[in-house]
């Protein structure tokens, strides 16, 4: 049993989310970075897609009722167990009664906590995610509060000290680069707009959830003048109300990029200018709010190369940690 | 339908994007989940989910498992094959509407400072422009007809819904200036050329009418008729308003609560050709199939 004694801000129980369900508006939830959810499960020893929490911008604090394995990934978010430091991206042992809080962040947005066993809730349309929307999976359909008791799984648990060194580490840049394949209603935008896109520098907007990411900053965009299709609605951003891919970029009003994520709307009346690329959609989970970002042109044969590297050093990270 | 040919294009590495025509009609509708239909009964590999939408589609696929090119190429050749179909077997389903109901309307007069009528409802907004008498009189044609589910999505369960009549007596009105940050559950709402139910409470752009005591999607799956599957809509569907007062609706929602309220509902064909030689005759024969 996992005793939440202080929940953070919006933290949740996620895994590798629940394919299948977006044509009736059940998107595929799941951790954002998904890399540093798979590696915070390796150090522990748990399966790659075995249930922890994800807790974006603020640490949870956290009492255990057994000894566990536990491992903490992703943002730059020091743990403390008793108050005594504990190393990030490496395993470290927790007895009974030990309590693990967290430092302030640094750096990045969101870390994994894993823990041996994984986090034991019933399994709803074959994950364990949270879909805090729709009040559906993880621990009540919700973020966790204060005074939550969370099931652990049975596991053995790897030994403590296993860590994973830097360069298989995966953190934005700065700024950050987000790849995007132009696309879909790409069209629909003046030949300024498609410059300026790529050409500002955009910042992460407060509005930064699960759902999606919005930017700001940037110049408007334009939109090619045209009599609105019937259906559409009558802003120049409208289509016919169509699916939305995850990562997909829609513009209402031409004024902030909204890119959406591992909780997307499944579909809606904007339109939408392209495709954040498989390989970067990690990243978008570890942006801060106020986050310079540059979105930089991308086709189909370097999203898929940039897909390929990202699994090579997925392998990498399995072998460093299976050696 | 104003276009004949289909526009592709990739939605990044992930995801193909199929518009079957830039503006609504039924036919692309039907194309649409024809399509979808095909290549769902074609089990491609590699093929994660099929999204059918308004007037468009989306496959997510894998491409570690089938090239972007080769699931352009399948889909092409299915939609090629699969464009004849104009009749679908499908399930009508009644569903009570309580209208002007004291909860929506409570919500929308909190949020007159983002609508284009301040001093009206929404209701009385969207009788005024789409030329209607009386809000009566736009009631009776919003109910008066039935509605396909185009599509099932925005969020967990939310069905939009087109209005079953020609294009001439479409009901249109425009969302929000700015979304509401509050919707109540299982509101009925309006926007563009669409109807739809919120499924849950959240923000919003469409004007509010009133609400229905007949949950759509529960993830508890305790609701009697959803245990089998969460969410009661499927596209292809088709709807019909059942108007309610609030004695209605008290006796419907205690019905749910206890366990035994159960939509109606029955299977029925739709053919479109047949639809678009006589609307108001096809439509009435949906009706009686409910009925009967």
Known sequence: MLEVVRAGLATTVQDLGRPGYYHVGIPISGAMDRLAARTANLLVGNPEDAALLECPFMGPELRFSDARTVAVTGAEIAPRVNGQARPLWTSFRVDKGDTLSFDFLEKGARIYVAISGGIDVPVVLGSRSTYALGALGGFRGRKLEAGDLLPLGAGAGAAEGRTVPEHLRRMPEMPARLRVMPGLYWHRLTEEAKQSFFEDTWKVAPEADRIGYRFRGGRPLTFVPREQPFGAGSDPSNIVDAAYPYGSIQVPGGTEPIALHRDAVSGGGYMMLGTVISADMDLIGQLQPHTPTRFVPCDMAEALRARAERRKLLDAIRAHLAA | ?292
Not at chain 2, 6 to 20: A, M, N, P, Q
Not at chain 2, 243 to 264: C, M, N, T
């Open chain 2, 1 to 292: 339908m104003a276009r004949t040919e289909s526009r592709y294009s990739f939605g990044g590495d992930e995801h193909l994007f199929v518009e079957i025509d830039e503006e609504m009609s039924l036919e692309a509708f039907f194309k649409s989940l024809s399509v979808c239909t095909a290549i769902e009964e074609a089990k491609i590999e590699g093929v994660t989910e099929i999204c059918p939408a308004n007037a468009s589609f989306q496959v997510k696929f894998d491409p570690d498992v089938i090239a972007p090119a080769d699931i352009e190429a399948e889909v092409r050749r299915i939609e090629a094959r699969a464009q004849a179909s104009h009749r679908i077997a499908t399930r009508i389903l009644e569903v009570p509407a309580y209208f002007r109901d004291p909860w929506t309307t409570e919500t929308l007069l909190r949020f007159r400072d983002r609508h284009q009528d301040p001093n009206a409802t929404d209701i009385e907004f969207a009788a005024r422009i789409n030329d209607y008498p009386s809000v009566d009189a736009f009631l009776a044609a919003f109910t008066g007809s039935p509605w396909f589910v185009s599509m099932v999505g925005f969020v967990a369960g939310l069905p939009f819904l087109y209005q079953m009549v020609e294009r001439r007596r479409q009901i249109q009105v425009p969302k929000y200036l700015r979304p509401r940050t509050d919707t109540p559950a299982l509101t009925i709402g309006f926007g563009g050329c669409f109807g739809c139910i919120y499924s849950v409470r959240g923000a919003g752009g469409y004007q509010m009418f009133g609400i229905t005591p007949m949950p759509i999607y529960d993830p508890q799956q305790k609701i009697s008729y959803l245990q089998d599957f969460m969410c009661l809509f499927r596209p292809g569907d088709i709807l019909v308003w059942k108007p309610i007062d609030r004695e209605g609706y008290d006796s419907i929602k205690a019905d749910v609560e206890a366990g035994r309220f159960v939509p109606k509902m029955v299977e029925v064909t739709f053919d479109l050709d047949a639809f678009e030689r006589d609307v108001d005759g096809t439509n009435r024969k949906l009706l009686e199939a409910l009925h009967a």
